[in-house]
């Protein structure tokens, strides 16, 4: 269920407004009974400004007189038509130091059992640069006799789901591509 914008200072405009129950206004704001209690007692959240529902679009003076009047009744959250906040994208994985000497073997796995992976996604999964993708690739990596591919997920460099996602993504243009490649074979052998 989806919660108030700010619980506590809606729980204590809530409890200094209106004559719903504790367990009402701890159900609406996803706070425990006994909290509101100690806010309503003035040992909890004696700092924080009441946050008015009614004033920004959560709840409806409807919605609150219908409660009072049935202990029972649980406040719903009013829908908006405001525009809801969007997950961020993550940036720049973080790559904990301890596990920096691996990305050489995780990217020479992924070069090999996934070679349809963009430079661009592996850098993206990885947390690495397209220059040591190019260097593991070319075997010019300063480390090169010793790197052994190793998978990503098991270094835990990169999740399942996300190695799974960026092969799916990349599975339409890597089909085009060895097609590509065998035209210009027969090309060459003409």
Sequence with gaps: MALPLMPKATAV???????LSF???????????????????GEVASGIVGLDPVANGQLTREEIARCEA??????????????????????????????RQDRPDAIAWILKHHPELSDAQICKLIGTTKPTIQSVRDKTH???????????????????PDLEKAVAIARPRGG???????????????
């Design 70 to 99: 049935d202990s029972d009744a649980h406040l719903k959250l009013s829908v908006t038509d405001y525009p809801q906040p969007r997950a961020k994208p993550k940036g720049a994985r973080y790559t904990p130091v301890s596990k």
């Design 176 to 190: 085009s591509l060895p097609a590509a490649e065998h035209e210009g074979h027969a090309e060459h052998a003409e």
């Design 142 to 160: 300063w480390n090169a006799a010793n790197i052994k591919p190793r998978n990503p997920v098991t270094l835990g460099l990169c999740n399942e």
């Design 13 to 19: 405009w809530l409890v200094e407004n209106t004559a």
């Design 23 to 41: 367990e009402q206004i701890g159900d609406f704001c996803g706070l425990h009974p006994l909290e509101i209690q100690a806010i309503a007692d």
